[in-house]
Structures are given as structure tokens and as C-alpha cells.
């Protein structure tokens, strides 16, 4: 067990990721739990897909990630004809007396990649992204090459029912720590963005921080203590997100084809850490995983044909799951 972290290093790193909400906060108007949730998704080095209407600031948000972390960034706009290779890079052949193939890195080769309207691309390109997001690396032609560190994903999605769509496989969900819902503005912020902002450009920030203070914020989140009870909550949550489990509630046996995975409990423990780090506490507590679940489990729930009947969404499920999970077992 790693030594707990002192106040202040916990005020110290409280301190740099106020400093990123701010930042973030500035570029999004009014959404400051879409911010809160993904800079928690930067502190637990998790993807994030972002889904919402077209102009919502989507895109914005993930360019201002990129600059106020001092990161190099690519972004890679999904359309129906983009090729595997096109993301992932490729061999070609170069040289004049010496005609020898070299690879050519793709968009991937970058620590933050925005993966605009992922959706709107073939399951076989999204599937170019598995590897990336899950091994940090890219296989081309039986050669693996490491991908940048750190390496973030942010995608961006609109809701799958929009025409020429195509919905993220469950694999593919799987590797994303939190999917946030960005819900429209309101009149209010409309007004401020029409007066502030010539054309809608956000401001221009200064990195907050660099890739060696990043890399001390994710040592200082990896120290954060996770205790016993709270650890067994995160496990029994999952286990009852199961409809063939002994402690699914009957909304999960009614609405759900198929539960979390082991992954979304690791997702649950990484995220509950930065929270905890956020919210200037040394260990998690069980409000840090009942604020991260609803955005780590309402896509790896695969929901059953009834669910849709009632128009049961898996966020109304996550909400069930967690009034029916006490957070100390019943004696």
C-alpha cells in the first residue's frame, strides 16, 4: 500500500485541476458537470465519448483540453468512406534508387485525439480504435508501434438516431471510461455566448500545466486510498447490474439483457479516486463512485427489448441500481 497523501498535496493538485475546470469552464458555458466529469476522466487517464446534439461545443471543449494540458493534439473527423489506415497510419513506398516502405504515422500518434462524429464511420474503422484506447499502441502489418504517453480519446457522437449513424459496438463502449451527455443551453447562456463571443470563438487559453505536471497528478490520484467497504460497494454494484445476479433488483432483472463487466469496476475505482483527489479528500468515499456511476455504467448496460417498449433508458436503470444497492451490506 502506497503512503497517503498529505494535505498539501492534496491541496497542491486541488489547486492545478481548479485551475483546468476554470479553463474548461471558460470554453463551455454553464456545463460545469460536463467539465467536472471530464477533467475526472483526464485525472483517471480514461476516454471519454461525448454525446449530443450538432453545436453544442463538443469539439471546442476537447481543442481547449488539449491546449490548457500543453498536449499535442490531432483531430480525426469520422465519415462513412475513412479507412482503418487512415487513422492508425500506414506503410508507403518512398526513395528513388531505393524504393523502401516507411510508416507513416496516423492521427492516433498524438496524447490527445478527438474522434469527431465517431458514429458516422463503419464499424470496421471504430474498430481501429480497440487496440488504441485499451493497449495504448497500434498494430500495422504484425509490427506494434507504442502510442504517445499519456494518450487520451475523446470522441463525440450524435444521438444514434439521427439518419447515416451507426451505433457503437459494445466492445467499443467498453473502453470509454464515461459517456457524458452534453444537454442543451438555455436562453441565459445563449445571451452571454452571442455578447461575448464574435462569431462563437471561445478565447484563446494558456496551458495550465505540462506533461510532467500531468504526470504528477496522475501519481498523486493513483495514492489516493480506495477503502475496504467502499471497494465492496463497487462490487456489489456491478455484480447487480446482472440481471442472473443474487442482488439484481427488479429493474435490472426486468430491463437488462446484459451487466457491467469487470472493467466497469476498475472504471468505477479509477474515477472515484480523481474525484476524491477534486474534491480535496486523501481516500474515496461512496458519494465519489455514486456521482461517477451513472457516467461509467448507462453504456455498458445492454438494455432488453422491453426497456425500450417503456422507454426505459439505462440512465433510469443506473438510477434504480443505485436506490437498491445499500452502500453497507444489510445485516
Known amino acids: 500500500m502506497s503512503e497517503l497523501l498529505s494535505p498539501a498535496e492534496v491541496q497542491g493538485a486541488v489547486e492545478r485541476v481548479a485551475q483546468l475546470q476554470k479553463g474548461l469552464n471558460q470554453v463551455l458555458l454553464d456545463q460545469t458537470q460536463v467539465v467536472e466529469q471530464v477533467a475526472a476522466a483526464v485525472l483517471a487517464r480514461g476516454h471519454v465519448l461525448l454525446e449530443g446534439l450538432p453545436g453544442l461545443g463538443k469539439t471546442e471543449l476537447c481543442k ?45 500518434f498524438a496524447n490527445v485525439v478527438l474522434a469527431d462524429e465517431i458514429n458516422r464511420s463503419s464499424p ?21 508501434r507504442p502510442l504517445p504517453d499519456p494518450f487520451f480519446v475523446l ?22 471510461l464515461f459517456r457524458v451527455q452534453v444537454p442543451p443551453v438555455g436562453a441565459k447562456t445563449l445571451t452571454t455566448l452571442l455578447t461575448t463571443r464574435v462569431r462563437g470563438t471561445p478565447p484563446v487559453l494558456p496551458s495550465v500545466t505540462d506533461a510532467e505536471g500531468l504526470a504528477s497528478l496522475f501519481a498523486a490520484v493513483d495514492r489516493v486510498h480506495l477503502p475496504v467497504p467502499v471497494a465492496d460497494f463497487i462490487g456489489r454494484l456491478v455484480e447487480a447490474s446482472d440481471p442472473r445476479g443474487p442482488g439484481a ?83
Request: hydrophobic share 45%.
Open 155 to 176: 470522441a463525440t457522437q450524435n444521438p444514434i438516431e439521427l439518419e447515416g449513424t451507426y451505433p457503437l459496438p459494445e466492445a467499443q463502449l467498453d473502453r470509454f
Open 249 to 331: 433488483p427488479e429493474p435490472v432483472r426486468r430491463f437488462v439483457r446484459y451487466g457491467a463487466s469487470p472493467r466497469a469496476a476498475l472504471a468505477l475505482a479509477s474515477s472515484g479516486r480523481a474525484l476524491a483527489l477534486m474534491r480535496g479528500k486523501p481516500n474515496v468515499g461512496f458519494d465519489e463512485v455514486v456521482a461517477a456511476a451513472p457516467a461509467v455504467l448507462n453504456h455498458r448496460l445492454v438494455l432488453a427489448y422491453e426497456a425500450s417498449l417503456e422507454k426505459v433508458s439505462a440512465l433510469d436503470v443506473v438510477r434504480a441500481l443505485l436506490q437498491a444497492v445499500p452502500e453497507v451490506p444489510r445485516a
Open 64 to 108: 481547449a483540453l488539449a491546449r490548457l494540458l500543453g498536449l499535442p493534439f490531432r483531430r480525426i473527423q469520422f465519415t462513412p468512406d475513412l479507412l482503418p489506415g487512415d487513422i492508425t497510419g500506414t506503410y508507403v513506398l518512398e526513395g528513388e534508387a531505393r524504393r523502401d516502405f516507411t510508416f507513416r504515422e496516423g492521427p492516433l
Open 124 to 144: 470496421k474503422t471504430q474498430s481501429a480504435l480497440l487496440e488504441a484506447m485499451q493497449e495504448r499502441s497500434v498494430t500495422v502489418l504484425g509490427q506494434t
